[in-house]
């Protein structure tokens, strides 16, 4: 939690101003931010500063595991969290890679599991990970990477947590993530519940003892319409201790993730937090 929070203050402390052409709004920004979450003690990552709704990330972590490409997909999960941009913004409605309403094209989930051969063939990058662990193997390239220059054009919005890089030292699964731009008081709320989760689910389906997961920022951001309400209001809250994720331990495999998961399979104990705090986004 004092990550968290430590990050706000320095982006407000040291953070240039940078406009962002695709919204249109200025970011107060810094470079190079790591978060590192102990999922081994259980110590889940859940912003107690603000009341937060963790369901909605697992949600999208599932539906980039399943390679979802459609917004309805992951409203079905629980999440409403690709409406906007599959659906508002205008880029995209104009892209002529665009199948319709809802279609968010080759984006995140899609490259993982089926990243696009010159030959016409096509890469699951998760399921060769899980196999490898699950047989005790580290390659050194245990790598999940949804990012692909080539199908930017195909999508609607290039990744920001762009690759996750699984290490294993003997029974103990590691997690490293990268991400090129946060929007923090929004996005990384998400985006450790997600890091954090993905290593849980991930030990389990393998077999593996969960270590800690690493979560690196490229661009940390807060926009500047996010700014008073950041400063003034979080900012000024004193964090409650982290809660635990507890996930049904009915979850054996990858199949599983893919077919019969639900978010009433994940539930979060001793969550204590303060009053929810509505961020503006920026589509």
């Given at each position: 939690m004092n990550q968290y929070l430590d990050l706000c203050q320095r982006i407000l402390?040291?953070?240039?101003?940078?406009?962002?052409?695709?919204?249109g709004k200025r970011c107060l920004t810094v470079i190079d931010a790591d978060l590192t979450y102990d999922v081994s003690a259980n110590q889940f990552p859940l912003i107690t500063t603000r009341k937060s709704f963790y369901k909605a990330a697992i949600a999208e972590l599932i539906g980039y595991i399943r390679g979802y490409d459609n917004a309805a997909d992951f409203r079905a999960l629980g999440t409403p969290t690709w409406n906007a941009n599959a659906n508002e913004n205008s880029d995209w409605l104009n892209n002529p890679h665009r199948k319709g309403e809802d279609d968010m094209g080759r984006v995140y989930g899609v490259q993982g599991r089926s990243w696009q051969k010159p030959d016409g063939g096509h890469v699951d990058q998760l399921a060769k990970i899980v196999e490898n662990?699950?047989?005790?193997i580290d390659d050194r390239g245990e790598i999940l990477s949804f990012y692909n220059p080539g199908e930017?054009?195909?999508?609607?919005?290039?990744?920001?947590?762009?690759?996750?890089n699984f290490s294993l030292l003997g029974d103990t699964l590691y997690l490293t993530s990268?991400?090129?731009s946060c929007d923090v008081p929004l996005g990384l709320n998400f985006n450790q519940i997600q890091v954090f989760t993905f290593l849980a689910l991930m030990a389990q389906i393998t077999g593996k003892k969960p270590g800690k997961a690493y979560h690196k920022i490229v661009n940390a951001h807060i926009y500047e319409d996010q700014l008073e309400l950041m400063r003034d209001v979080q900012l000024k809250r004193e964090p409650f201790p982290s809660p635990e994720l507890k996930i049904n331990p009915k979850i054996k495999s990858l199949k599983d993730l893919e077919t019969w998961v639900t978010m009433d399979d994940f539930e979060v104990v001793g969550y204590q937090h303060h009053d929810p705090i509505q961020y503006p986004f920026s589509v």
């Open positions: 402390d040291e953070g240039e101003w940078v406009e962002n052409k695709r919204t662990l699950k047989n005790g930017f054009h195909m999508g609607c919005l290039r990744p920001c947590m762009h690759t996750h990268f991400q090129r």
